[in-house]
């Protein structure tokens, strides 16, 4: 049987979760919905299959506001973990983007999902 892959080169993804740090109802509501991203999905993060990052209380790299982030590298976690925050975001801004060999400018953009309000990312970090 053949380990499953992504599709063009895609190694895996990275969501990012944002909020607005002024804003106490919001970044409330992203520290719960990271501690029902662990709740939920607790046996693929104990087994390493995802990881949930801290939480960034400004802005980094290219995210205009505060965010944090999960990631993973198996294919059949795609499909779960998408649908999760489409039911649970709320009216957070949520990036879902590919790491591929086709560079970081064209994963957070021409490749990337968003739900949500689409934030603007300070791209220019990437030329």
Avoid at 16 to 36: I, W
């Amino acid at each position: 049987m053949t380990e499953a892959k992504f599709y063009g080169n895609i190694v895996s993804y990275d969501v990012h979760t944002y909020y607005n740090q002024n804003v106490s109802e919001e970044k409330e509501f992203a520290y719960q919905l990271r501690e029902k991203v662990k709740e939920e999905f607790k046996d693929e993060i104990e087994a390493g299959d995802i990881r949930v990052h801290k939480f960034w209380e400004t802005p980094i790299g290219p995210h205009p506001i505060a965010m944090w982030e999960v990631d993973f590298k198996k294919p059949e976690l795609f499909a779960n973990i998408v649908s999760f925050y489409q039911v649970n975001h709320g009216k957070l801004s949520v990036l879902i983007h590919p790491r591929s060999d086709k560079g970081d400018l064209a994963d957070h953009t021409k490749h990337a999902l968003w739900l949500g309000h689409k934030q603007r990312l300070a791209t220019s970090i990437f030329r």
